[in-house]
């Protein structure tokens, strides 16, 4: 599990081949949302078209999630994080902005190598 504290904004968008993850930046008042930043992630962790991931709203309302984080990257007074497995592969997104998503132990998804 990710150490909450320890993540800030990363200005990147990437995978990191060292803790095999994936990681996209938003600012949701310009980047479509964190659900546009999930299905981003998820696509290039599965390798799949982002048509061909499991509909987000099969494990949380993608317009809540929006919302949660309306307020765009690093402009929350809270620190906020939603964590949830989808299409083989755990994803959290968090008030910093950051949306990281890795392999499920035991998923089938598979990993987009850099």
Same mark, same amino acid.
Request: hydrophobic share 30%; charged share 25%.
């Given at each position: ?8 904004? &990363? ?28 299905? &981003?992630?998820?696509?290039?962790? &599965?390798?799949?078209?982002? &048509? ?12 809540? !999630?929006?919302? !949660?984080?309306?307020h765009g990257s690093g402009n929350s ?8 497995? !989808?299409?083989?592969?755990d994803v959290t997104v968090y008030s ?19």
């Amino acid at each position: 599990m990710t150490n909450f504290e320890n993540h800030g904004p &990363t200005d990147s968008e990437g995978h990191d081949p060292d803790t095999e993850t994936y990681h996209v930046q938003f600012d949701a008042s310009r980047d479509g949302g964190a659900s546009y930043a999930v299905v &981003t992630a998820l696509s290039a962790v &599965t390798d799949k078209e982002p &048509t061909g991931i499991e509909p987000l709203y099969g494990v949380l309302d993608p317009d809540a !999630l929006d919302a !949660l984080f309306q307020h765009g990257s690093g402009n929350s007074k809270s620190d906020i994080a939603v964590s949830f497995e !989808l299409d083989g592969s755990d994803v959290t997104v968090y008030s910093t902005g950051e949306v990281i998503a890795r392999m499920s132990e035991g998923g089938d998804a598979r990993r987009k190598r850099a």
